[in-house]
């Protein structure tokens, strides 16, 4: 069935460190791929999403590419900053309803 | 948009007494969907509705959850015999969708934290 692995946190780095969360998924046919992002205290927003292989999304200076032959969506921020402290969650959506999600990673960021 | 909105935040209950949840969507979305977390995992797909018909389960709902949404609007899940095992948050999001749009991305609430005692 369809499902989404993250890498496993939780993931400390220092301020403008780069950052790459690993995530890759398994489906049929063509899902779309997102990222949410959870910061404490609060519920689940999106970052970042694309619909289709080679598509890149981005938000926030954050940037996940939709490749189809490694089926992988990592999530990548050349500079992180202590607001990005949060939980980020992989996603995809199939055809049908249902969003599967990863199991999250956790990310600090210290000054 | 006041966003996704659930009542209460936080509910203790004993176990073996009911519970219910609710869950006012976006104004203008169509669908609506309940999801359970766990600490340490992702959301779990729980049930969806499309305006007032409920259109997929998910095994992991078991006879004592049920779910409505009466006119299209807001949603309420009940839990009924509540268990240790129901603890959890509970996490409502709706989006809006036609036939074919798999890529409308879902807003969620700040769910409800449920203790069971």
């Known amino acids: 069935g369809d499902s989404v692995t993250q890498m496993e946190g939780p993931v400390t780095l220092s301020e403008e460190a ?8 398994t489906a049929t046919g063509y899902p779309s791929l997102f990222w949410y992002v959870q910061y404490p205290g609060e519920g689940l927003q999106l970052l970042l999403k694309a619909t289709k292989a ?3 999304g981005s938000n926030k200076g954050f940037e996940a590419t939709y490749r189809k032959e490694t089926t992988s969506f990592h999530l990548e921020k050349g500079s992180v900053q202590v607001s990005d402290s949060a939980v980020y969650f992989c996603a995809l959506r199939r055809t049908g309803n249902q969003f599967y999600f990863g199991t999250g990673t956790s990310l600090t960021v210290i000054p | 948009d006041t966003g996704v909105s659930q009542d209460p935040r936080h509910k203790i209950t004993k176990r073996g007494q009911n519970v219910t949840f609710r869950c006012d969507p976006i104004s203008e979305h169509n669908r609506l969907y309940w999801y359970r977390q766990t600490l340490g995992q992702g959301p779990e797909f729980l ?20 779910a409505e949404r009466p006119k299209g609007s807001f949603s309420t899940l009940e839990i009924q015999r509540t268990e240790q095992g129901d603890s959890a948050m509970y996490l409502c999001a709706s989006s809006l ?21």
Request: charged content about 20%; proline content about 2%; aromatic content about 14%.
């Open chain 1, 18 to 25: 780069f950052l790459t969360i690993n995530c890759t998924y």
């Open chain 1, 54 to 56: 080679d598509d890149k």
């Open chain 2, 47 to 66: 049930t969806y509705f499309q305006n007032e018909a409920q259109l997929e389960k998910s095994r992991l709902l078991s006879d004592r959850f049920s």
């Open chain 2, 97 to 117: 969708g036609s036939r074919g749009s798999y890529n409308s991305p879902l807003h969620f609430g700040n769910g409800t934290r449920l203790t069971v005692t």
